[in-house]
């Protein structure tokens, strides 16, 4: 089933990007998603230790032809004791003429930079307070729904939205030895077995090529590739839901 394909972004497009974020938003994500084939030797070159990891389950929210991905939008939240929390609307792919231009500073955005051999893939996430409800239009928020609408022009029901899932991940922040940032690894572990491994950090969007390249430099130097052809995490989790639908009910 096709889906919406990410584009990967040269350094000066990046740059453009980075420079119009600064106006919504004082911190970029920068992300490492690693091959299924290196996640053992990277746990163990990088000090990952999955025992001391919180556990959460993560679901997604579409269409079974997965209509909002094919606009670019994915929503998402957690998955808690049978009702959902802490929803997030993902845009991707975002370019310098795609940008949002109605989120306000103070709002929760954020730019995600992919950092993968030979470029850079871009989204961003619009965050919200939210728990206990089951309806869609409950638990985003309004500034969540207007941008939804925006990205669809409102051509998605959203009251007819599936809940895809759950994903269960094991989410680990530590201090690396040798990395100056704090790192997160997320390790996202699918019905069938299979499994994505992710590092990530947070800087000021003025800093995210020093970082990124500090990052990169980081795990390279420990025997780990970056691979360009390598899906990001949401694009896994949404194509193997496209392949296989898990609905909770």
């Known amino acids: 089933m096709p889906t919406a394909i990410p584009t990967q972004m040269t350094s000066a497009e990046l740059s453009q990007l980075l420079t119009m974020t600064t106006v919504c938003a004082d911190t970029v994500k920068l992300k490492l998603t690693i091959p299924d084939s290196d996640q053992r030797p990277t746990t163990r070159a990088l000090d990952i230790d999955p025992l001391e990891a919180k556990v959460r389950q993560l679901v997604y929210f579409d269409t079974p032809s997965l209509d909002l991905d094919r606009r ?8 808690v004791r049978g009702t959902m929390s802490d929803p997030v609307v993902h845009l991707a792919p975002v370019t310098p003429s795609s940008l949002p231009a109605h989120i306000r500073v103070g709002e929760d955005f954020m730019v995600e930079v992919d950092v993968v051999s030979g470029g850079f893939l871009c989204s961003a996430t619009l965050t919200a307070e939210g728990s206990g409800h089951r309806a869609v239009r409950d638990l985003f928020s309004k500034p969540q729904l207007a941008l939804v609408n925006q990205q669809t022009a409102a051509a998605v029901d959203l009251d007819e939205l599936t ?13 690396a030895d040798g990395f100056a940032r704090p790192l997160t690894a997320e390790m996202w572990l699918y019905p069938d077995g299979s499994r994505t491994l992710e590092l990530s950090t947070r800087c000021l969007p003025s800093e995210a090529f020093e970082v990124a390249a500090e990052a990169a430099s980081f795990i390279t130097e420990r025997g780990v590739e970056l691979d360009a052809t390598q899906p990001t995490n949401l694009r896994t ?10 609905v909770v009910r």
């Not at 670019?72 to 998955?79: K, L, N, S, T, V």
């Not at 989790?237 to 898990?246: G, I, K, N, V």
Request: aromatic content about 12%.
């Open 237 to 246: 989790a949404l194509e193997f839901f496209a392949d296989d639908l898990s």
């Open 163 to 175: 809940v895809l899932g759950p994903i269960f991940v094991l989410d680990l922040t530590y201090s």
């Open 72 to 79: 670019g939008i994915a929503m998402r939240a957690h998955r």
